[in-house]
């Protein structure tokens, strides 16, 4: 089969929401020199997004979507392993990551994580419906220079402002940067709210989190800087 073939044979499996099939037709596709990348991209995210418009056509209902989510899922346990790990060594920083509260879809934050994980972050994954003070205390607690924030639902907007106005409010912004993703958020709801940045998908959030990272280390140098003289 060619590329194109195995990449639609994945994307039609998501549609269909055939678990059954779709990690062997993952594997098939990885041992033909297909990327990881490539197939969560050009394969199985374009599945989702035929199943998105099959929903709001009133087609698909959610029972579909949920058939269609776990064929997803169980590519992405043959696929996201897969993923090369840049670098090695030490960890370039660490993220906290997760879905704001309300909000439940995490496929897209998952993929997102094992693309950090694999650039060889440490990555604190909070998971789904989570509370601003968890991301808080990822900070805090557990050392965390970036947050990195998902929802695809427009309510749960509100539950990315209440992170950011918390930062503000416990003076943590500083120390801090955030970036928001998911396909209800925007470069310009990120100004909005305050975040620092934006990632269309989870090949920008790694970039974009790299110079976060780089950002807050010559902030934080330069305060030593201020204090030393
Ligand atoms: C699959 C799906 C579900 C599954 C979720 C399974 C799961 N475990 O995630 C199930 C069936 C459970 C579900 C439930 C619901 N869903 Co739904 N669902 C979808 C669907 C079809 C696909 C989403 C998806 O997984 N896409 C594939 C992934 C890979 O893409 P992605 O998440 O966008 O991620 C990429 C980028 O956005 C980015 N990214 C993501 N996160 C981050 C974070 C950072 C920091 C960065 C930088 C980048 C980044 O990188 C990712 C990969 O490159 C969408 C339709 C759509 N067009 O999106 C609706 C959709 C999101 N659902 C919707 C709704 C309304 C619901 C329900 C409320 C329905 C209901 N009445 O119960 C419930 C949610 C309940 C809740 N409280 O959360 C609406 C939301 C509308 C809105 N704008 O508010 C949508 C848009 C459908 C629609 N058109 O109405 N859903």
Redesign the pocket.
Same mark, same amino acid.
């Given at each position: 089969m060619s590329k194109e073939e195995l990449l639609k044979k994945l994307e039609q499996l998501v549609i269909e929401g055939d678990v059954d099939n779709a990690p062997a037709a993952a594997e098939e596709a990885l041992d033909s020199g297909v990327t990881p990348w490539e197939c969560i991209?050009d394969g199985l =995210?374009k599945g *989702?997004?035929t199943?998105?418009r099959l929903?709001?056509e009133h087609e698909y209902f959610?029972p579909e979507?949920?058939l269609?989510?776990n064929a997803?899922y169980a590519a992405l346990d043959i696929v996201l392993p897969q993923l090369k790990v840049r670098g090695g060594g030490e960890s370039p920083g660490t993220v906290v990551?997760g879905v704001v509260e309300?909000?439940?879809?995490?496929?897209?934050?998952n993929?997102?994580k094992a693309l950090l994980t694999g650039a060889g972050y440490n990555v604190i994954d909070k998971g789904r419906n989570v509370p601003a003070e968890e991301f808080l205390k990822g900070v805090k607690e557990e050392g965390a220079q970036v947050i990195?924030? =998902?929802t695809? *639902?427009?309510?749960t907007l509100e539950s990315m402002r209440e992170v950011e106005d918390k930062l503000k409010k416990e003076g943590l912004k500083g120390k801090t940067r955030t970036?928001?993703?998911?396909?209800?958020t925007s470069q310009t709801f990120a100004g909005e709210i305050g975040s620092d940045d934006?990632?269309?998908?989870?090949q920008?959030?790694v970039d974009?989190v790299k110079a976060l990272i780089a950002d807050i280390t010559a902030a934080v140098a330069a305060v030593g800087e201020r204090v030393e003289k």
């Amino acid at each position: 089969m060619s590329k194109e073939e195995l990449l639609k044979k994945l994307e039609q499996l998501v549609i269909e929401g055939d678990v059954d099939n779709a990690p062997a037709a993952a594997e098939e596709a990885l041992d033909s020199g297909v990327t990881p990348w490539e197939c969560i991209q050009d394969g199985l =995210s374009k599945g *989702m997004e035929t199943v998105g418009r099959l929903y709001e056509e009133h087609e698909y209902f959610l029972p579909e979507v949920l058939l269609s989510a776990n064929a997803m899922y169980a590519a992405l346990d043959i696929v996201l392993p897969q993923l090369k790990v840049r670098g090695g060594g030490e960890s370039p920083g660490t993220v906290v990551i997760g879905v704001v509260e309300g909000d439940i879809h995490d496929i897209g934050k998952n993929i997102v994580k094992a693309l950090l994980t694999g650039a060889g972050y440490n990555v604190i994954d909070k998971g789904r419906n989570v509370p601003a003070e968890e991301f808080l205390k990822g900070v805090k607690e557990e050392g965390a220079q970036v947050i990195a924030m =998902s929802t695809l *639902m427009t309510p749960t907007l509100e539950s990315m402002r209440e992170v950011e106005d918390k930062l503000k409010k416990e003076g943590l912004k500083g120390k801090t940067r955030t970036i928001i993703g998911g396909a209800a958020t925007s470069q310009t709801f990120a100004g909005e709210i305050g975040s620092d940045d934006y990632g269309e998908d989870a090949q920008q959030a790694v970039d974009k989190v790299k110079a976060l990272i780089a950002d807050i280390t010559a902030a934080v140098a330069a305060v030593g800087e201020r204090v030393e003289k």
